[in-house]
């Protein structure tokens, strides 16, 4: 009897580990997917701004530019709280851009 319950509660840690780890790995790793897309579109909308306006006419605009003209703060990376390099840059091609970061 006593090793049945034993059996039982071990088995019902065990299930409930194999659904709580994938999960909440996943709910994490999506969090920080949406944080990255954030800054991303923030730094692109600045680039886009820039471009728009003539003052950044290169086809990669990098952060240094874009912090120069005052279009932007200092962005950090938002898992690590890391500053980006100065040398990260947007690129543009055929109207649509794209944030590159340099390490």
Request: proline residues 2%; glycine residues 2%.
């Amino acid at each position: 009897m006593n090793t049945n319950k034993i059996t039982i509660i071990g088995s019902i840690i065990i299930i409930i580990l194999i659904i709580t780890i994938p999960t909440i790995y996943k709910v994490v790793s999506m969090h920080h997917d949406n944080l990255y897309k954030v800054v991303e579109d923030k730094i692109i909308e600045k680039a886009k701004n820039c471009y728009n306006d003539g003052i950044c006419l290169n086809e990669n605009i990098t952060l240094k530019e874009l912090y120069d003209h005052k279009y932007l703060e200092k962005m950090s990376d938002p898992v690590t709280k890391e500053y980006y390099n100065e040398n990260s840059y947007v690129t543009i091609k055929d109207n649509k851009y794209k944030f590159i970061a340099v390490e």
